[in-house]
Nanobody, 115 residues
Framework: QVQLVESGGGLVQSGGSLRLSCTAS????????MSWYRQAPGKERELVAA???????NYADSVKGRFTISRDNTENTVYLQMNSLKPEDTAVYYCNAGFYRLSYWGQGTQVTVSP
C-alpha cells in the first residue's frame, strides 16, 4: 500500500522558516521523482520544487533562493526547507511521487505565514 505522509507544517511569522518532511512507503522510493506542490485557497495547485531520482532539482521562480528540496534515500524521505517565508507562501503543501504514468499524493500539510 502506497503512503506519503507529510509533516512539519504550521503557523509562522513572515521571514521565518519551516521544514516539511514527506516519508514514503509502499513503492521503490529511489525510482521516483519527488515533488512538493502547494494549493492556496481559490487557486490551482502549483509545483513548488522537484528532485529527480538522481538528485537534480528545479524550483518555481517564486521560491528560488528561499526553498531547498532534498531527499534521503536511506529514510525514504523528501524534505522542503523553507526560509524567508512570505504571507503569499500560505497554502496546503502536498508531496508527490512520480514515475512515468504513476503518481501518488500525500494528504497535505497546512502552512500559514502571518504578516
Amino acid at each position: 500500500q502506497v503512503q506519503l505522509v507529510e509533516s512539519g507544517g504550521g503557523l509562522v511569522q513572515s521571514g521565518g522558516s519551516l521544514r516539511l518532511s514527506c516519508t514514503a512507503s509502499g513503492f521503490t522510493f529511489t525510482d521516483y521523482r519527488m515533488s512538493w506542490y502547494r494549493q492556496a485557497p481559490g487557486k490551482e495547485r502549483e509545483l513548488v520544487a522537484a528532485i529527480t531520482d538522481r538528485g537534480l532539482t528545479n524550483y518555481a521562480d517564486s521560491v528560488k533562493g528561499r526553498f531547498t528540496i532534498s531527499r534521503d534515500n536511506t529514510e525514504n524521505t523528501v524534505y522542503l526547507q523553507m526560509n524567508s517565508l512570505k504571507p503569499e507562501d500560505t497554502a496546503v503543501y502536498y508531496c508527490n511521487a512520480g514515475f512515468y504514468r504513476l503518481s501518488y499524493w500525500g494528504q497535505g500539510t497546512q502552512v500559514t505565514v502571518s504578516p
